[in-house]
């Protein structure tokens, strides 16, 4: 009947994370935290839980000698993201 729905997914903050990656390539932190009005602190620590749960990955580097972190979701990510959908969709429209 009703589907479990995933923890980590059903944070709003890590949800919104999620909901922006899959609509584009990659992100960059700045343009998440824009996005998602929460404070850098807040979205780094949502970003790692995401990252360590293998659902997005996280690369560092430089751009013009300032530090750049671009966030991309992993297969994983895509695949959970999904199932937490339809198990969302067991409670909107019960059998």
Do not use: W
């Not at 899959?22 to 998440?32: D, K, P, S």
């Not at 996280?58 to 990510?77: A, H, I, Q, R, W």
């Not at 695949?79 to 409670?91: K, T």
């Amino acid at each position: 009947m009703f589907k479990p729905l995933d923890p980590l997914l059903h944070s709003q903050l890590r949800l919104a994370i999620m909901s922006l990656l899959m609509n584009v390539e990659q992100a960059e932190f700045t343009y998440i935290k824009e996005k998602t009005e929460a404070t850098a602190g807040n979205l780094s620590v949502q970003v790692n839980k995401l990252k360590d749960a293998g659902y997005i990955t996280v690369e560092k580097s430089f751009k013009d000698n300032y530090p750049l972190t671009t966030c991309k979701v992993t297969e994983k990510g895509i695949d959970a993201f999904e199932n937490y959908l339809n198990a969302l969709r067991s409670y909107i429209k019960p059998s």
